[in-house]
T-cell receptor, first 116, second 113 residues
Framework: AQSVTQPDIHITVSEGASLELRCNYS??????LFWYVQSPGQGLQLLLK??????LVQGIKGFEAEFKRSQSSFNLRKPSVHWSDAAEYFC??????????????FGKGTKLSVKP | DGGITQSPKYLFRKEGQNVTLSCEQN?????MYWYRQDPGQGLRLIYY???????QKGDIAEGYSVSREKKESFPLTVTSAQKNPTAFYLC????????????FGEGSRLTVL
């Protein structure tokens, strides 16, 4: 079955500290992987995406993510968190499955709080 | 500016009433989607449309209906048959034959009184 797991429901970090949000997926084909961010009461904004090639991808707002096929993971990282990064983060997987383009499957999200 | 516009942002409804949420996009995208978001549940797909005059059910289509008469518009009707309609609804679009990257509207929050 196709699925996305974000093991951490809520994470709190201090401003200036590093951040890693975990994402594991199960997908029966080569996955396309995404991280989205959502501020309270708003829509989702794409942070970064992986389709193929270099397994370390850079995104907006200083975020990066690394695709590890052997671990079925796509963890999101940021070296120094800013208070404005407080939001909810969603990992998603999609791709060509069974000969057709599949819809994105989303994880349940990780809420990030930032301490001053 | 190109984007997706959802309206209304907030909507209150009495039990037993149908309500329609609007979604308009000017990105010239072929595909459009409706998601429901509940706390701790992530996003669940209600309906999607890959082309005008065609749409498919997602994972939780019961109690909802859609239409796609124009490329730019994909309204969602929450019917009285939807047992628990209070939620945050998100509309999204994507270019056809691209790898599934979605562009989202700002959402509509529906509360049933």
């Amino acid at each position: 079955a196709q699925s996305v797991t974000q093991p951490d429901i809520h994470i709190t970090v201090s401003e200036g500290a590093s951040l890693e949000l975990r994402c594991n997926y199960s997908y029966g084909a080569t996955p396309y992987l995404f991280w989205y961010v959502q501020s309270p009461g708003q829509g989702l904004q794409l942070l970064l995406k992986y389709f193929s090639g270099d397994t370390l991808v850079q995104g907006i707002k200083g975020f990066e993510a690394e695709f590890k096929r052997s671990q079925s993971s796509f963890n999101l990282r940021k070296p120094s968190v800013h208070w404005s990064d407080a939001a909810e983060y969603f990992c998603a997987v999609g791709g060509v499955y069974g000969g057709s383009q599949g819809n994105l499957i989303f994880g349940k999200g990780t809420k990030l709080s930032v301490k001053p | 500016d190109g984007g997706i516009t959802q309206s209304p942002k907030y909507l209150f409804r009495k039990e037993g009433q149908n309500v329609t949420l609007s979604c308009e996009q000017n990105l010239n995208h072929d595909a459009m989607y409706w998601y429901r978001q509940d706390p701790g549940q992530g996003l669940r797909l209600i309906y999607y449309s890959q082309i005008v005059n065609d749409f498919q059910k997602g994972d939780i289509a019961e109690g909802y209906s859609v239409s796609r008469e124009k490329k730019e518009s994909f309204p969602l009707t929450v019917t009285s048959a939807q047992k628990n309609p209070t939620a945050f609804y998100l509309c999204a679009s994507s270019p056809r034959r691209v790898t599934g990257e979605l562009f989202f509207g700002e959402g509509s929050r529906l509360t049933v009184l």
